[in-house]
């Protein structure tokens, strides 16, 4: 049974005390400030360290901020963000309860029917009031039996600071540390909760692990933090996200993902990005700026990003592998859709430090409507990193003339053993192929979606099974009146 | 009852009138053959009949299956019973051939009310009509067309009219690029569909192909027009004498 199914039948479970307990809310202030700084930190019950090392971030991001640093290289548009008008505490993230299924977008509504969601689950993505709730308690509490039994440690981050402030001290920051970006800074230094994970040495994680696992999950907020650490030998694969889309009122996210892998270890994470991107128009939709980046630490490591962006109004996220122990290997596996006017930068960053290390990229990207999409890679050889190996594969597929294309390919050798691939192609989804498919009886609408999965394949068959089939129905809903 | 009906079909593409006027009338289980030079319109009114959008009937009418063909689209043509087979078929990357073939058939059934096969049901009848056509079996998994030869992807358009089961074939220029191995394969996987509930149209360029596809009547189409018909031994003569022969006008201007 895949893990998939397991919820699915979770949900549709009835609650058992047939009641809920109305959250109050415990919001601060908009505005950042020290003081905000401070609160968060006691209001979480956070140690002396992560007090000091949140200040420390908070005082490089004024810093930034006074200089109007925010990064503008982007190929991405937007208005100036207020960041003196965010709410930067608020637990759990008031959202507004709607009555029933009735208030919310219908048009939402056809989508989770499509994805094939159950009610109950609809109800709670859709942010509606659910007296049957998916009882995460004991989802949580069964998984983490199984996990506790292989030793594997895996909760919330205020869970992990409580219960492991070693790990948490010694690995948080040192993959993206807080001077890394100004989001990046930002995020260090009012980051409300997110996921930690540490898998011992020789351990093969049991089970693929899910951000639905964790206790209030869909609080996560806008400032997340994940950080998960696969010790010598071990084995972790993570899936973040949900194909469903996610009712968010806030604008701007900005999370931080880190991962290390020690010696022989291998970390797979897998995203599905599916938030709200805006109506047709472009009103709206969530602002998406990540730092995510990988840490080969060890030798024969090997870290391995694969994601599916088809959500948010603009996506600024570069997954990326620092290759630092030999023989190590980074992987990227991307596809990003941009229908409407959603706009997305998003790429890699592969830096070869040890020795014989590879790393291989494959982004597809994809525009429709009067979407903008851009992929930006950097590939770095240091001079130490003899016989490293990198391949890339860069595709783009067109659909319309209203949309764009763009491709920025920064590859950087510094030494003469390096062996570097790169494949770029750019082409608009023929009217030949629609047509053809048409002929042999196949509608336009799933002509279209076959031959974009099939653009997609290298990608999708990356992704853990259950979620490739989400991904593909995700990709035709997203693309749907798109197309003639 | 006739199978397709055209009556003074005129047509355009690109705001370029190519068909002026044609008139063909179908019976079920007939073989009929469309010969023509190039440039005199074959391919468009292969297109028109498959209901290619960028093709725009001007005038005249169409019935098929005792409907109005012109109010199909495409792939509701294709599940009422027409078949095109392509000149230049289409390659589409990263879709294997068998998932293709197993979409557009349940299509195809469900239009008909019928039951939707699963890939056990499916992979058997597909293997047999890849046998029929003497494709290896490594096509199967292949992505539609990529990387296939000139031959093999005329070969395969056959495995996907075999699959498919139309009322209706249309055959555009399907040796085109063949050798003569090749197109004897061909030609037996055709004529082994030939019924009395099946007609086809076949489209060529040269008398060649219908030595082995025996066609019942051929219509001599030029600059849009259809200027002689008949029985299969027009074929012969068109290859003696050439096209200036059926079409005076075409032989004064040379």
Known sequence: ?484 | MSLLEIKNLHASVNGIEILKGIDLTINPGEVHSIMGPNGSGKSTLAGVLARRESYAVTRGQITFNNKDLLEMKPEEAACEGLFLAFQYPVEIPGISNAYFLRTALNAVRKYRGQDELDAMDFLPLLRDRMRLLEMDEKFLNRPVNEGFSGGEKKRNEIVQMAVLDPTLAVLDETDSGLDIDALKVVAHGVNSMRSKDRSFLVITHYQRLLDYIVPDFVHVLVNGKIVKSGGKELALELEEKGYGWAEPELAGRR
């Open chain 1, 1 to 484: 049974m895949s893990s998939v199914d397991q919820i699915q039948d979770l949900t549709k479970q009835e609650y058992k005390w047939g009641f809920v307990t109305s959250v109050e809310e415990d919001r601060l202030p908009a505005g950042l400030n020290e003081d905000v700084i401070r609160a968060i930190a006691a209001k979480k019950g956070e140690p002396e360290f992560m007090l000091e090392w949140r200040l420390k971030a908070y005082r490089h991001w004024a810093s930034l901020e006074a200089r109007q640093a925010e990064p503008k290289w982007a190929n991405v548009h937007y208005p100036p963000i207020d960041y003196q008008a965010i709410t930067y505490y608020s637990a759990p993230k008031a959202k507004k309860e709607l009555k029933s299924l009735e208030e919310v977008d219908p048009e939402i509504l056809d989508t989770y029917a499509k994805l094939g969601i159950p009610l109950h689950e609809q109800k709670l993505l859709a942010g509606v009031a659910v007296d049957a709730v998916f009882d995460s308690v004991s989802v949580a509490t069964t998984f983490k039996a199984k996990l506790a039994e292989a030793g594997v440690i895996f909760c919330s981050f205020s869970e992990a600071v409580k219960n492991h402030p070693d790990l948490v001290r010694k690995y948080l920051g040192s993959v993206v540390p807080y001077t890394d970006n100004f989001f990046a800074s930002l995020n260090s230094a009012v980051f409300s909760d997110g996921s930690f994970c540490y898998v011992p040495k020789g351990v093969r994680c049991p089970m693929e692990l899910s951000t639905y696992f964790r206790i209030n999950a869909q609080n996560t907020g806008q400032f997340e933090r994940t950080l998960i650490i696969a010790d010598e030998g071990a084995y972790v694969s993570y899936l973040e996200g949900c194909t469903a889309p996610v009712r968010d009122e806030n604008q701007l996210h900005a999370a931080v993902v880190e991962l290390i892998a020690h010696d022989n270890a291998t970390i797979k994470y897998s995203t599905v990005q599916n938030w709200y991107p805006g109506d047709k128009e472009g009103k709206g939709g969530i602002y998406n700026f990540v730092t995510k980046r990988g840490k080969c630490l060890g030798k024969n490591s090997k870290i391995s990003w694969t994601q599916v962006e088809t959500g948010s109004a603009i996506t600024w996220k570069y997954p990326s592998c620092i290759l630092q122990g030999d023989n190590s290997v980074g992987e990227f596996y991307s596809v990003a859709l941009t229908n409407n006017y959603q706009q997305a930068d998003t790429g890699t960053k592969m830096i070869h430090i040890g020795k014989n290390t590879r790393s291989t990229v494959v982004s597809k990207g994809i525009s429709a409507g009067h979407g903008q999409n851009t992929y930006r890679g950097g590939v770095k050889i240091l001079k130490g990193a003899k016989g490293a190996r990198n391949y890339t594969q860069c595709d783009s597929l067109l659909i319309g003339d209203k949309c764009g294309a763009h491709t920025f390919p920064y590859i950087e050798v510094r030494n003469s053993t390096a062996r570097m691939e790169h494949e770029a192609s750019t082409s608009k989804i023929g009217e030949d192929q629609i047509f053809y498919l048409q002929q042999r009886g196949i509608s336009k609408e799933e002509a279209v979606s076959m031959i974009i999965n099939g653009f997609c394949k290298a990608v999708f068959r990356e992704l853990p099974m259950e979620f490739a089939v989400e991904a593909q129905k995700l990709l035709s809903i997203s693309l749907e009146g798109s197309v003639g």
